[in-house]
């Protein structure tokens, strides 16, 4: 199969090879990634556990003085030259951050050790690697990644290019996103290694509550292939009580149905509540998968796994605590009762008992109990509009924001300055570009993508009202300009 140039005229590959990626997708559909090379006894073992790393960079207009005319560099490029602000003392911490799974899982597996992590790197990140010259970071990645031997202990989660947080982004941009980031993967580690990659994460556990919106987001995931998707605990409720989840160990179904009665529906690994970058740096998944038996699930014996993401950068513990930790757990683990797994070989060993995608438990996104007590779907979006209305006048909690992997953090309120110019911008670039069926191989296609999907990366509504804000405007008016003056 045709590979992909990592780079096309100067900017990175995030379109213009969509039916290679369909073709990618469709050869590898059905088909185990790591049951052949599992080396688990599935049937023998109480419980398992999975980690997964989030490794994140925004791209920033701070490569030069005047914020107009900046070029747009990787916030870690400008950390390293402004070691002296804030914790940018970290960059080369971070630096290693970036690849250091490249070397715990050879040096593990040369040990005779099974050791196993999920990795989630955006697509922004990895742009801004490449620029800066960093490539011995994607190299080590890679020979995970490809090589036969470590292959077997490495998932890769997709994820939106951009860091784009599903529930206030417009849908059709999400989609964007999706494909741009496999788009990329696959030019950076090649098409075989995209085809294994059937889970999704989505930035900031940003799951959309919204009927609407959380129907187009799993149809999405879908379509692209996908075949489950991270969520947090508290961001579903069980569709008969409106509470949580209570087998949150166990994989589920998210079914999600709109307000024309469409239905659509992918599996969750359900992420749980706790203090994240602490809970993956001291390994707490492990201790916590160790003291659990098997479970039953339709008639059968099944191990729980104990699913936890964290930052893999950012802060102390994981700077600093992981590392040492990651290894001794690892060292510990493998070949017991409760070994490490990442979610889709956990899957593809629960499949391979007999049970069926059916036979899971299902959840719906937060809040929609509510909406359902009042209305039918199929009675449509005006109808829907009119509840979510009434339910919100009726209860302060009540709220159509999504859910994240924080309760008291809004990525909607307050930053209305920064959401109105990715509104319009987004708009404009349906009219000029999707509407219109501009070829997605063009530059001008890819230039005025690469700064969408670029504008929406949540970070520019985490930090506050300030130069962040300012970040995300100056970046959504460089869009604009493509599109007012290239198309």
């Known amino acids: 199969m045709a590979e992909l140039p990592e780079y096309v005229q100067g900017l990175p590959n995030i379109s213009g090879s969509e039916s290679l990626v369909a073709q990618t997708l469709r050869d590898s559909a059905g088909k185990p990634v790591f049951l052949p090379e599992s080396r688990i006894d599935f049937g023998s073992i109480r419980s398992a556990y999975a980690v997964a790393l989030h490794m994140h960079q925004p791209l920033i207009p701070a490569g030069g003085s005047d914020l107009q005319t900046a070029e747009i560099i990787s916030n870690l490029q400008y950390m390293m030259e402004h070691p002296d602000i804030g ?44 620029k800066m010259g960093l490539d011995d970071v994607l190299d080590s990645l890679r020979s995970i990644t490809c090589q036969p031997d470590y292959r077997r202990a490495v998932e890769w989660l997709g994820a939106p290019w951009g860091h784009a947080v599903a529930p206030s982004t417009p849908v059709q941009d999400y989609r964007l996103h999706v494909q741009a980031w496999q788009h990329h993967f696959a030019a950076i580690f090649g098409t075989e290694a995209l085809g294994r990659v059937r889970g999704f994460s989505p930035s900031e556990m940003a799951l959309p509550n919204h009927p609407d919106v959380a129907y187009e987001f799993v149809k999405t995931l879908k379509d692209a292939g996908y075949q489950w998707v991270l969520v947090q605990e508290h961001t579903v409720e069980q569709p008969e009580s409106g509470h949580g989840p209570e087998r949150k160990h166990l994989p589920h179904r998210l079914v999600c149905t709109n307000s024309h009665g469409e239905t659509a529906t992918i599996i969750v690994i359900i992420k749980t509540q706790g203090s994240d970058t602490k809970l993956v740096a001291q390994m707490q998944p492990y201790y916590e998968a160790a003291s659990l038996s098997r479970w039953e699930l339709n008639g059968k014996s099944v191990p729980p796994l ?119 911008v987004s708009a404009q670039f349906a009219q000029k570009v999707l509407i219109p069926g501009v070829s997605s191989g063009e530059r001008v296609f890819r230039n005025a993508l690469f700064h969408l999907l670029a504008s929406q990366t949540s970070c520019y509504r985490y930090w506050g009202q300030g130069l962040w804000t300012d970040y995300g405007r100056e970046i959504c008016r460089r869009a604009s300009a493509i599109l007012t003056h290239d198309i």
């Open 87 to 130: 914790d940018n003392h970290n960059a080369s911490v971070f630096h290693w951050c970036y690849k250091r799974m490249g070397e715990f899982v050879p040096q593990l597996i040369h040990e005779g050790k099974e050791p196993r992590v999920m990795l989630e790197y955006s697509g922004t990140l990895f742009h801004g690697l490449r």
């Open 306 to 424: 104990v699913t936890q993401i964290a930052d893999g950068e950012n802060g102390g513990v994981m700077m600093n605590e992981f590392p040492e930790k990651y290894l001794e757990v690892m060292r510990t683990c493998s070949g017991t009762d409760t070994p490490a797994m990442n979610g889709t070989e956990y899957l593809e060993h629960l499949f391979a008992t007999g049970i069926q995608e059916t036979d899971l438990p299902t959840v719906q996104p937060l809040f929609q109990k509510a909406i359902w007590d009042r209305m039918q779907p199929g009675d449509g979006p005006e109808r829907l509009a009119q509840t979510i209305e009434g339910l919100k006048q009726e209860d302060d909690r009540f709220h159509m924001d999504g859910g994240s992997w924080t309760n008291d953090l809004s990525w909607v309120r307050g930053y209305e300055n920064v959401l109105g110019p990715m509104e319009e």
